[in-house]
């Protein structure tokens, strides 16, 4: 979703403009990581086995259509979320083992909010080529054809 930006005399933006749309998907972040953790409280079995669960959709979901800033911040605050769930205690080695989870739970995360990034940007140079091969072949003074392969 492409949203025009539209700016006033003193510089900031207007609600259709892409400073707010950023704004926006912080809280959707936010509002994302808060839901999947009333959802992981509400779910016994979420809750005591399936702890990564509901938050592995908010990450790639708010990376993928919000970018990097958003996806980083709700990959940080889903394993906050995430470290208020797990038990500290119980066998030997569990902070270990609790902080290499989250670990690759954050790597993950960040990877997402990357390749997000990454998609933004070549979609961005594929509309640039096209349109300069738009530009090109309308502009051009002898008559030019797209066959396929076929």
């Given amino acids: 979703m492409r949203v025009a930006r539209t700016s006033s005399s003193d510089g900031c933006s207007s609600p259709g403009g892409d400073t707010w749309a950023a704004r926006a ?5 936010v509002g994302a990581v808060v839901a999947a953790s009333l959802l992981t409280l509400a779910v016994p079995l979420m809750h005591d086995r399936l702890t990564f669960f509901a938050f592995w ?26 470290l ?11 902070g270990l083992a609790i902080a290499t989870t989250l670990g690759v739970f954050g790597v993950a995360g960040a990877c997402a909010a990357f390749l997000a990034r990454w998609r933004e ?11 300069r091969f ?10 030019i054809w797209m066959a396929d392969a076929s």
């Fill in 121 to 131: 940007r070549t979609e961005a140079e594929l509309r640039e080529i096209r349109d």
């Fill in 84 to 94: 208020m769930f797990l038990p500290l205690r119980g066998f030997p080695g569990a």
């Fill in 57 to 82: 959709p908010v990450i790639f979901s708010v990376s993928w259509l919000g970018g990097v800033g958003p996806g980083l911040l709700s990959s940080v605050l889903s394993a906050i979320a995430v």
């Fill in 134 to 143: 738009r530009m090109l072949a309308n502009s051009a003074p002898a008559l």
């Fill in 25 to 29: 998907w912080y809280a959707v972040a």
